[in-house]
């Protein structure tokens, strides 16, 4: 299955072809630049992997949370391309991918993934290591993908869930801080009130497990698009006209009454 994925959610922009399983992807930070080099960067994945667009089995894409912006940019591009080769689009929790790189990369069990949300709130989710068992050629293969112990949300960082709040169960009990991770922007904004939560519950992380500059890529965006593709094909793949972003709070920006009031306090 040839999958083209793009994101577009933060500071980082970057596209990806997954062909035959394997990852072709093109990847910048570059804050504010990303309508300048999505398309590029399609052209360059897909050169990549010496195919074109008319290969394309599905289109995939960082849905969210992130700016405002930038979801916006991959999903207008994902929907136009997906109308022009009428294919189906993927849509990818910009967190999920997150984690699932961290996984792959780090080894990690447990991934606390935090980006900045502006506005003294975080966008946050926590996802555990998992695998989804794919039959390919009358052969079973388990392939890496994440399982969601908290859902993705905007929240102030001192009030973060964690997934003993849901289960009942200390969670470092089950997975050693040894594979727990931190990632994400919010670690850099706000690291004090996000290791305060976790050590109230518990949970300490060593700094060599808090990646702050740690960004979404669109390769796992692929990854995960590609097991939703073959494990949940009626719910994952939609009409380009669905394929909408998850913005989860309805405001860019305070107003200047908000402001002045969070510095009073």
């Known amino acids: 299955m040839n999958i083209l994925a793009l994101d577009t959610a933060t500071d980082a922009c970057s596209a990806a072809l997954l062909h035959n399983g394997q990852p072709y992807e093109v990847f910048e930070l570059a804050p504010r630049r990303h309508t300048h080099l999505i ?46 080769i009428d294919k189906p689009v993927i849509a990818v929790s910009t967190l999920a991918a997150m984690a699932l790189q961290a996984i792959d990369q780090q080894q990690a069990t447990t991934v606390y993934v935090g980006l900045d949300a502006r506005m003294s709130e975080v966008y946050w989710g926590v996802y555990q290591a998992a695998s989804a068992p794919i039959s390919i050629q009358a052969t079973t293969h388990h392939l890496p993908t994440v399982k969601t112990l908290c859902v993705d949300c905007v929240i102030k960082p001192d009030s973060v869930p964690l997934p003993q709040q849901q289960t009942g169960q200390p969670t470092d009990n089950k997975h050693p801080a040894s594979g727990c991770w931190a990632i994400g922007s919010a670690w850099q904004a706000y690291p004090d009130a996000l290791t305060q939560r976790l050590q109230a519950q518990s949970i300490e992380l060593p700094n060599t497990q808090i990646l702050p500059d740690f960004y979404p890529s669109a390769a796992y965006i692929a990854r995960l698009a590609w097991v939703k593709a073959l494990t949940q094909p009626q719910e994952s793949l939609l009409d380009a006209a669905q394929a909408q972003p998850i913005y989860l709070r309805n405001k860019v920006a305070q107003t200047i009454a908000e402001r002045q009031q969070q510095a009073a306090r």
């Open 39 to 84: 398309l590029q960067q399609i052209e360059q994945s897909l050169a990549a992997a010496s195919l074109n667009l008319q290969d394309i089995d599905a289109l995939a894409f960082g849905q969210g949370p992130g700016a405002f912006t930038g979801l916006r940019i991959a999903a207008g591009v994902v929907q136009g391309l997906a109308l022009a």
